[in-house]
């Protein structure tokens, strides 16, 4: 069968990187979580003191950029993400950084070497990416883009839930959905390739999908596109 990429964006939380793994599964294609990558670069800021109450130390992050590297491996069956050859799959997903990450994501010298290493790793195709400006930016030529969204109270509840499960246990309801909301400004009013919904991405509505309605429906879509 022939390969293709495919763009999933949306909103923080919606359920995209669950629709894009059991896609990418179901397909046998690679699955790319961009997000992570956005992750890391915010992790070694905070590591390093980059970042403190008055903001980034902007010339030293942008200096380091090329001395970051970023890697995916597959672990008993997830995937993890490497920092630096060190697994930070656990340390990516903290409160701490999703507060901070949208800052990082903001600056364009970052979002420039992330899209490229995105865009190098989808040059073969066979790629499911999912992020805030993959079907805008990154492949804008993907042959099938979506856009996922829900209401944020059911997005602030998943993702609250996902936390427990992880052994993120400092957190409230309420905080999770105050942060959701406000990277969702940061995210769709910053400058730099803000989060859109391409022209010709299919949209979903996740809020009241199970995860085996979301992957019928963007299985469905993506077959419909290859026999055509
Ligand atoms: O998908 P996520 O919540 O793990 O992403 C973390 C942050 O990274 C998100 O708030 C915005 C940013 N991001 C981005 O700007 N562009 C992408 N392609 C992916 C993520």
Excluded: W
């Excluded at 420039?112 to 995105?118: G, S």
């Excluded at 944020?152 to 400092?170: F, G, K, L, P, S």
């Excluded at 959905?177 to 940061?186: A, I, Y």
């Amino acid at each position: 069968m022939e390969k293709i990429n495919i763009a999933l964006d949306g909103h923080s939380s919606c359920g995209k990187s669950t629709i894009a793994k059991a896609l990418a599964k179901k397909l046998n294609y690679v699955y790319v979580d961009s997000g992570a990558m956005y992750r890391s670069i915010t992790l070694y800021a905070l590591e390093k003191g980059l970042i403190d109450k008055t903001g980034i130390n902007l010339k030293k992050l942008i200096g380091d950029l090329d001395e970051i590297h970023i890697s995916f491996k597959i672990i008993n069956g997830t995937q993890h993400t490497f920092l630096n050859d060190k697994d930070v799959e656990f340390d990516i997903r903290t409160q701490r950084i999703s507060e901070n990450v949208s800052q990082v994501a903001k600056i364009p010298e970052v979002r420039v070497h992330l899209v490229k290493q995105q865009q190098f790793l989808g040059r073969s195709k066979g790629v499911v990416m999912d992020g805030r400006d993959i079907g805008t930016v990154v492949f804008p030529n993907a042959e099938v883009k979506f856009f996922v969204t829900a209401n944020v109270d059911v997005r602030a509840q998943r993702r609250y839930e996902e936390m427990i499960a992880n052994q993120h246990n400092h957190i409230t309801f309420e905080e999770i959905k105050q942060n959701l909301e406000e990277r969702d400004f940061v995210d769709s009013h910053r400058e730099t390739s803000p989060l859109l919904k391409a022209e010709d991405a299919i949209l979903i509505d996740t809020s009241d999908l199970s995860p085996e309605d979301q992957l019928n429906f963007v299985y469905s879509k993506v077959i419909e596109k290859i026999n055509k």
